[in-house]
């Protein structure tokens, strides 16, 4: 199996960054421009970004107490895929939003680890701007 752990951080209390993060429902606008359209239906989540490719995810947890998302990729870009989204205070001006993905085959880390690092980046500005 394959992990990608990374780490972010974001100018904003960490009440702000898991308000927006805890919408599962608006990832689409949470990470703009990588993504560029989602949905939700139940527990299911469709998000496509920008390079076309369309992904349903199943939201497994939103944790309010540790400010965690939990969700698996459902369809058949991977053999297995889950990841982890969480925010954590660093002081009472910033935080610190960590994302770990764990997906087989390894091979894919080459189409992953890009997508991670942006939406990443794309989180911290899209939350900093709110």
Known sequence: MSSIWWEEMIAVPAE???A???????????FSP??????????????TFANGLVVRERIVDVDEVRQRICYA???GVFEHHSASMQIVAVDPNSCRFVWIT?????EKADMVKP??????????R???RR
């Open 20 to 30: 927006s993060l805890r919408r599962v429902d608006r990832a689409h606008e949470l």
């Open 126 to 128: 899209n939350i900093e």
């Open 102 to 106: 764990d997906f087989l085959p390894a």
């Open 73 to 75: 990729v459902l369809d």
């Open 115 to 124: 997508l991670v690092e942006q939406g990443s980046k794309a989180l911290a």
């Open 34 to 47: 990588v993504l560029v359209d989602g949905r939700i239906s139940g527990d299911i989540r469709t998000v």
């Open 16 to 18: 702000i960054g898991w």
